[in-house]
């Protein structure tokens, strides 16, 4: 998997992030640097995110 819009190979929590924040059927994978830029927040506040998905059982996050 890529990120899109840099090409960075993306990890799973950052595939399973970009469901999260785009929609779960998006075939677009962003790293973390490209989500906070779309997002306008910030690479920490986004591993907050993935941890708390991953808390909360979400099996986009294992
Ligand atoms: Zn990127």
């Known amino acids: 998997m890529k990120c ?3 090409g960075k190979s993306v990890s799973r929590d950052e595939a399973g992030l970009t469901r ?3 929609n779960r059927g998006t075939s677009e ?3 973390y640097d490209c989500l906070a ?3 306008r ?3 920490p506040a986004l591993h907050d995110m993935a ?10 996050f294992c």
């Open 4 to 6: 899109v819009t840099c």
């Open 20 to 22: 999260k924040l785009i």
């Open 29 to 31: 994978n962003l790293c």
């Open 37 to 39: 830029v779309r997002f």
């Open 41 to 43: 927040t910030t690479v």
């Open 51 to 60: 941890e708390a998905f991953r808390q909360a059982g979400c099996t986009l």
